[in-house]
């Protein structure tokens, strides 16, 4: 899977087959997929998505922070809430 991202940004379709690949060994085996790899696999069309390729990335302000990671080959937006940092002190 690792191989798939690096390989994501210079040859696409290549990156595509190794990817279906891992998902139907880890559907055949039952192992899962760490988050820092699940993040790069839409949850809608359960495809390869590459910020910046075929995703789009955007994170909002507001009360609560969320980072929201949108499939542009199917349109799917899956949101990721971050916890707020807490604000240092105001030093005089």
Do not use: W
Not at 20 to 36: G, K, P
């Amino acid at each position: 899977m690792r191989i798939a991202v690096a390989k994501s940004a210079s040859d696409a379709d290549v990156a595509r087959k190794q990817e279906e690949l891992a998902r139907r060994v880890m559907l055949r085996f039952n192992v899962r997929l760490d988050y820092s790899l699940r993040r790069f696999i839409c949850h809608g069309c359960k495809r390869l998505i590459v910020p910046g390729l075929n995703a789009r990335v955007r994170l909002s302000g507001g009360k609560a922070r969320v980072l929201r990671v949108t499939c542009l080959e199917c349109g799917h937006v899956n949101r990721k809430f971050l916890p707020r940092r807490p604000r240092a002190p105001a030093s005089d």
